[in-house]
């Protein structure tokens, strides 16, 4: 639809809203729709903000058409692709680089201010060499993170995903072998450098943390599971992988570039029972922090939260499945109620308030941005 004829329906739609606030808020996301919204991934084609925008308002009863207006422009955080790629090009730089620079200052016995005598050592390049680098989801952005790092890291450091099967760890291991010779050159690397020592697991953005690490009872017995807890298994458990890690001198590091307070809390309880078990832990960093205050509340958001819970909007038969409810009885704060306003680019997550990412396929209320969900029931 052309912008102006859009423009014209966001109008139509506001119908009895004062003109003055209308025509604010008309410019504003007129601004925003230009700089980010427009980019949403999920829209259908030659879909723009705008149009989405007054289709989404035309859903609602007149007296709630002004809380969601408010909603989205006060309380509505997108992820841009350029903002997401920024934390992904940082990671290493900013943060992890960190980390080398650190332990082999130790090996070295030399201060963290020597950070050139420290870079350019045979022990720093060693030590990059002896860490993967693995994706722990399909939204990890392995395939930017390897180009924002060429030259530093090796391709054979960087994987899609943390699932690694035997027959990979072997090639792996041949591979960190040539390299270590190259560097070590004249010297033969020994038994204990020819291992992994570091492993970084990447991700993009986490809500709960659940699928991460969280404590599960089966058949009356407390057990850990999520994906950190699947790559310690398979480590620590399989024979095979302990010819590939160092285990007495591997650190686990948990990267995820975006991560609300609650799942940094929820996967940070879990590590107790981690160690306990296992006699390790990972270290998780967040590169961007979303903080509890930014999630709906009561108090602040009562109105949209009232919105949020309304029948009218909330298609239980579409949202709701055997996933939805693992995180409470329904999705109407979104999954696990984390009430979150957050949309990415690529996708909404169900984490977030379902008034925002209602699938297409409802025929009682429609999304803002719709979300393609990863399990649905057809």
């Known amino acids: ?43 259908s084609a ?12 035309h859903q609602m009863e007149s007296g709630d058409k002004m809380t969601a207006l408010e909603f989205i422009r006060n309380k509505l955080i997108f992820i ?68 924002a790092n060429t030259g530093i890291i090796s391709h054979e450091q960087i994987y899609q995903t943390y699932e690694l099967s035997s027959e990979r760890a072997s090639k792996m291991l041949d591979e960190l072998n040539k390299d270590l010779k190259k560097i ?16 970084f697991l990447l991700d993009d953005f986490s809500a709960s943390g659940t ?5 599960a009872t089966e058949k009356g017995i407390q057990k850990l599971k999520g994906k950190i807890a699947a790559f310690y298994k398979s480590i620590y458990e399989n024979d095979e992988f302990k010819n590939v890690f160092d285990l007495s001198q591997l650190k686990v590091y948990v990267i995820i570039y975006l991560c609300t307070e609650q799942a ?72 696990g109620g984390c009430a979150l306003p957050v949309v990415l680019v690529h996708n909404t997550p169900n984490n977030s308030v379902p008034l925002l990412w209602s699938y297409d396929t409802s025929e009682k209320f429609v999304g803002l941005f719709p979300r393609i969900p990863r399990h649905k029931e057809i």
């Not at 290493?92 to 620079?101: A, G, L, N, Q």
């Not at 699928?211 to 404590?215: A, D, I, N, P, Q």
């Not at 929820?266 to 205050?293: D, G, R, T, W």
């Open 211 to 215: 699928s991460y690490l969280k404590m």
């Open 264 to 335: 940094k809390n929820q996967i940070e309880s879990n590590f107790a029972a981690l160690e306990n078990e296992f006699n390790s832990k990972p270290e998780l960093v967040c590169l961007h922090l979303i903080p509890n205050s930014d999630k709906l509340n009561e108090i602040e958001d009562e109105k949209i939260m009232a919105l949020c819970k309304k029948d009218i909007y909330y298609d239980a038969e579409e949202l709701e499945d055997e996933h939805t409810k693992k995180g409470g009885a329904n999705v109407k704060l979104g999954f």
């Open 46 to 57: 030659g879909m723009r903000f705008i149009e989405r925008f007054a289709l989404w308002l």
């Open 184 to 199: 070590m050159a004249p010297t033969e690397p020994g038994p204990v450098d020819n291992k992994f020592k570091r492993v």
């Open 80 to 147: 841009s692709s350029a903002e997401m790629n920024l934390l992904v090009s940082s990671a290493f730089p900013d943060v992890i680089k960190d980390y080398f620079i650190r332990d082999v200052a130790i090996e070295l016995g030399l201060p963290e201010y020597r950070i050139s005598a420290i870079i350019n050592s045979v022990q720093y390049k060693i030590l990059i060499r002896q860490s993967l680098f693995c994706g722990m989801s399909d939204g990890a952005k392995i395939e930017f993170f390897r180009r």
């Open 1 to 43: 639809m052309r912008n102006d004829i859009a423009q014209a329906l966001l109008l139509n739609v506001l119908k009895g809203i004062p003109f003055e606030e209308v025509e604010d808020a008309r410019k504003y996301f007129q601004t925003m729709a230009r700089y980010k919204y427009d980019d949403y991934q999920q829209f």
